[in-house]
Structures are given as C-alpha cells and as structure tokens.
C-alpha cells in the first residue's frame, strides 16, 4: 500500500526557515517523481514544485523560486522542502503526491495528508 | 505560462443528474491533462489522467474528454458521494497549474 506521511509543518515567524519532509513507503521510491502541492485553507490547489526520479529536472513556481529548495534521498525513500525566508502568503497545507511516472510531467496518483505550515509573528 | 480556466467555478446539482465541468487552456496542451476530486478535509485524489483515462478503481460515470485547448470532465449520474471539488491539472509545460476548481453541490 502506498503511503505519504508529511511531516515537519508548525508555526514559524516571517523571514524564518522550516524544512518539510514526506516518508514514502509501498511502492519503488526511486522509479517516480514526486511534487509539492499547497492549499490555504478553504482555497484551491497551488503546485509548488517538482522533482524527477534521479533529481536531474526541478521545477518551481514563480512564487517560490529562489527560496524554496526541493531535493530527495532515494536511500532513504524520502522528499524534502527547504522553505526559506519564509512570507504569510506561504501559510497554507503542504501535501506530497507521487508522480504517476519517473519524469515530472505525469499526474499525481497519491497524495499525503499534508503537513500545516503557518507563519505568523 | 500556460492559464487554465475552469467553468463553472461553483454547480448545484443533485441525485442523477449529468454534470459537465470544463477546463480550457490558454495553449495547446496537447493530452497532458489530469482531473482531481477533493472532499473537504481530504487529500485530492487522481480521476482521470491523460485527459480521458480513468484511474484504476474509479467509477465508470466519470470520464473525461478533449485535447488541445478544452477538456471537459463529465459525471453522468451524480450521486451522493460525488459531492465535492474538482480540479484539472496541466502537466506539458512548468508551472503545473491547476484549474481553480469546480465545487459542486446538492442541489
């Protein structure tokens, strides 16, 4: 079965860092891309950002490029987010969802639970 | 960067209706086109995928059809479960933008 658990969210003061992770198990870590996608509360789905199987293409939206940093340890089954600089219009629930396949232009087949990040002084 | 636009942002409907969600692209984005379902206080979950493939273990009333720049999602008989927001996703070009999403509720 396979499963996503995200973790790493909380409260954390603007211009801060935070470091997300998301543990995969079920499933071939190292065979799939995998992305970030967040949501505030109440609102619709943003993607963040994107990573192929082996790291070797990286996407990002504008409104994170050049503080955030996506990265995976395939030994270890697991896909981070560092967050930097950290704004208020970051605040929201950040889900990881599996690529549907080893690049990062296929669609998202499973999703986390999402981890809460909250930024607020 | 490629816009999706997806109508209606809000439907009422209710029991066995046929509903129509629809996704437009600003370019060509070829099949690279997935559609997602949300209930509140869940994760999204994968329906169709490359524009008009259903996901393993969804239900056949939903399917989805299109390519280029119009893509449509249809449900043909709603029923209670499918109560909820849907989403598409363009996956051709970064950023891989969703749609702003159709809630659909009992009418």
């Known amino acids: 079965e396979v499963q996503l658990v995200e973790s790493g969210g909380g409260l954390v003061q603007p211009g801060r860092s935070l470091r997300l992770s998301c543990a995969a198990s079920?499933?071939?870590?190292?065979?799939?891309?995998m992305h970030w996608v967040r949501q505030i509360p109440g609102k619709g789905l943003e993607w963040v950002s994107s990573?192929?199987?082996?790291?070797?293409?990286?996407g990002y939206a504008d409104s994170v490029k050049g503080r955030f940093t996506v990265s995976r340890d395939n030994a270890k089954n697991s896909l981070f987010l560092q967050m930097n600089s950290l704004r208020a219009e970051d605040m929201a629930l950040y889900y990881c969802?599996?690529?549907?396949?080893?690049?990062?232009?296929?669609?998202?087949?499973?999703w986390g639970l999402g981890t809460l990040v909250t930024v607020s002084s | 960067d490629i816009q999706l636009t997806q109508s209606p942002s809000f439907l009422s409907a209710s029991v066995g209706d046929r509903v129509t969600i629809t996704c437009r692209a600003s370019?060509?984005?070829?099949?690279?086109l997935a559609w997602y379902q949300q209930k509140p206080g869940k994760a999204p979950k994968l329906l169709i995928y490359a524009a008009s493939t259903l996901q393993s273990g969804v239900p056949s009333r939903f399917s989805g059809s299109g390519s280029g720049t119009e893509f449509t999602l249809i449900i043909s008989s709603l029923q209670p479960e499918d109560f909820a927001t849907y989403y598409c996703?363009?996956?051709?070009?970064?950023?891989?933008?969703f749609g702003g999403g159709t809630k659909v509720e009992i009418k």
């Open positions: 996703q363009q996956l051709k070009n970064y950023p891989l933008i």
């Open positions: 079920g499933f071939i870590f190292d065979d799939y891309a």
């Open positions: 990573i192929s199987w082996n790291s070797g293409a990286i």
């Open positions: 969802a599996k690529g549907g396949g080893s690049s990062t232009y296929y669609y998202y087949d499973y």
């Open positions: 370019q060509d984005i070829s099949s690279y």
